[in-house]
């Protein structure tokens, strides 16, 4: 299996707006710190899966046929806005899977188009992808939210995003399992209060402490995390590294 960050960012994306901080000077600068909407592309034998689709040049990325299908951690408008363009294709059908969601973003139920919403997932029922499998995953949001554990000839990766910390059966479950990779929400540098919605570094690795994993990568970052890294002695531990758009794990 092969994962692909194609987004880090959080909802601001870096740099953000009219911002000055060092963080977003240096993006604007030098583009391997850009972060854009948190995604990712999961590649297994001949199957390509696209994890969250808010990045809004998805027709451009993803010519037709080479994407099998769509995994929704949640629907967030940072997370599922590339939808609203891909949906009016012609001549094809993309599968759409995520947690069951009566509000789903915007319009997208009464006017799919091309994207087939019609099967949702329940957390910790396997569902057997041919090439690997997909146990999804409770995470604790503001909206239904799903972390995915992928499986494929003896390996484990580990997505979960958008969360702040984990809920007890989803820690519980990926406990069981020797992880080869997680990929981890972590927004805020370390805070005084546990952040809503979203981890901040004590979070984040308190989580990451109570795992099993060879390596670990950080996600949905936003201008202050990066502001914080670049501050002198501020370090993470050897095994927790900082995800960046376009970076590849292989297992």
Known sequence: MKLQLLGTGNAAQVPVYNCSCPACQRARTDI?????????????GE?????DSGLPDLTERFPPGSLSGILQTHYHADHAQGLLHLRWGTNTRIRVLGPHDPDGFADLYRHPGILDFSHTLKPEETVSMGEFDIVPLALTHSKPTLGYLF?????RIAYL?????????????LQEEDLDLV????????????????NDVTCALDTLA???????????????????????????????LVGYDD???ET
């Open 32 to 44: 391997s710190y850009r972060r854009g909407p948190c995604s990712a592309l999961l590649t297994c």
């Open 151 to 155: 499986g494929a000839h003896g390996k």
């Open 161 to 173: 995003t958008d969360t702040v910390g984990l809920p007890p059966a989803t820690m519980a479950r």
């Open 210 to 240: 109570a795992l099993n994993a060879k390596q670990s990568v950080l996600t949905h970052i936003g201008h202050e995390l990066d502001c914080w890294l670049m501050e002198p002695g501020n370090t993470l531990p050897a095994n927790v």
């Open 47 to 51: 199957q390509h899966w696209l994890i």
């Open 247 to 249: 970076a590849e794990y």
């Open 183 to 198: 990929v981890l929400d972590c927004s805020f540098p370390p805070a005084a209060t546990t952040p809503r919605n979203h």
